[in-house]
């Protein structure tokens, strides 16, 4: 599964979503599910269940400012502990952590986590013509990925 994540009123927040539109546009291999959404940690994470590797995308905001840097993790859930977390204040990896042990037997065998550099969040509407680049080279590395993982 690929899973674009961003909020599309927090303009460039949605960028992640802006990626998962270009690659479902695109032909994929049989079997391979694109969504996007702008709902919750617990909603992304339950959404993987059942999958066998999924990718997320989602906006990172860089304190630098470095809209050139794109976070490329896959994650290694079991390296830090979950910190104290409530609802209202989830990060997407502390969700995937609990998710992954509560449903260890559901859980994709593989996250991978874009994260696309992002200067500041507004209240406005679409992406900024600045990330283009940084998108198109997202969509690249996921459908390399996907390719990869389906021996085209």
Known sequence: MVY?????IFGDDAV???????????????????????????????????CKKAIL????FDGEKNTERIIDWDTDL???????????TASIVDVLKIYRKVYEDRFPS???VYGLCIKDIRLEEGVHGDYEEQIA???????????????E
């Open 4 to 8: 674009g994540w961003g909020n599309p």
């Open 16 to 50: 992640g979503i802006e990626v998962a539109k270009r690659i479902k546009r695109e032909e994929l291999p049989p079997g391979i599910t694109v969504c996007w959404s702008s709902a919750s940690p617990f909603s992304v994470a339950h959404r993987l269940l059942d």
């Open 57 to 60: 995308i989602d906006a990172w």
């Open 78 to 88: 079991d390296a830090t502990d979950v910190t104290v977390l409530t609802p209202h």
């Open 110 to 112: 593989s996250v991978h």
């Open 137 to 151: 080279r997202v969509v690249a590395l996921v459908l390399d990925e996907i390719r990869r993982n389906h021996g």
